[in-house]
């Protein structure tokens, strides 16, 4: 078997990746479908983060009509939703996670503490972030693009449903570009949507390493991890 080409990864899963075809909530069988996946990889002996988004419950950007600072603190419960729900699917195929939240919800989850999720990867745990930054106006990209330079993540893999960094939107131009690479200045010059624009400075401030590929089929995490080159590097 190829061995991994990395050793800890960040993974950020959108959270309309879990509603699949329902667009809203959770579907059970995409969910578990993602569990499997993200627990072939752990297998491999790759240290995972994961952190989920909360979109397919709330998103709070679009409610115009109430305060900011309250729609982004639902919005951070979406999140916690999606991560008790991922680490139950994990567990159930055989994984050991923890959850670890930005937020102090200790009935539900562990505090997010740097050197206690580090541990939790080195004994091959799986790790969640939940609640994203822990704060209002910032994204569950920035909270994802923060984690994975907190834990040193060789790599930064952010699942989308199109296939990489397009110049423009592929689903309303035929004619758009896949970039193969890109540089973070570049995502920031050009104001690619691929990641907000927090989030894509940390990641170059940081010096972090952004792979963009598509979680229509799961099992490209794998092949990523295996060193096929699949998406989108920013770097």
């Known amino acids: 078997m190829t061995e991994p080409v990395y050793k800890r990864i960040l993974l950020k899963i959108s959270g309309e990746a879990l509603a699949g075809e329902k667009k809203i909530g959770i579907d059970d069988a995409v969910l578990h479908q993602i569990s499997a996946t993200i627990k072939t990889v752990s297998d491999l002996g790759v240290e995972v983060a994961v952190v989920v988004g909360g979109g397919n419950f709330w998103r709070g950007r679009t409610s115009a009509h109430m305060d900011r600072v309250t729609a982004d603190h639902m919005g951070m419960l979406a999140t916690m939703m999606n991560s008790l729900a991922l680490?139950?699917?994990?567990?159930?195929?055989?994984?050991?996670?923890?959850?670890?939240?930005?937020?102090?919800?200790?009935?539900?989850?562990?505090?997010?503490?740097?050197?206690?999720?580090?541990?939790?990867?080195?004994?091959?745990?799986?790790?969640?972030?939940?609640?994203?930054?822990?704060?209002?106006?910032?994204?569950t990209d920035t909270g994802a693009a923060l984690r994975a330079a907190e834990i040193e993540a060789d790599i930064f893999c952010k699942a989308?449903?199109?296939?990489?960094?397009?110049?423009?939107?592929?689903?309303?131009?035929?004619?758009?570009?896949?970039y193969d690479t890109i540089s973070h200045d570049e995502v920031l010059k050009l104001d690619l949507k691929v990641m907000d624009a927090t989030a894509a400075a940390l990641c170059r401030d940081n010096n972090t390493t952004i792979l963009v590929f598509s979680m229509k089929d799961p099992d490209n995490i794998i092949r990523i991890i295996k060193g096929e080159r699949i998406g989108t590097l920013v770097k």
């Open 160 to 178: 989308t449903m199109v296939e990489g960094v397009y110049d423009k939107d592929p689903n309303l131009y035929a004619d758009a570009k896949l």
């Open 87 to 139: 680490s139950d699917a994990l567990e159930q195929a055989g994984a050991v996670t923890r959850v670890l939240s930005a937020i102090e919800i200790r009935q539900m989850a562990e505090p997010y503490i740097r050197k206690r999720a580090i541990r939790h990867l080195e004994k091959g745990r799986i790790v969640i972030f939940a609640c994203g930054t822990g704060n209002p106006f910032f994204s």
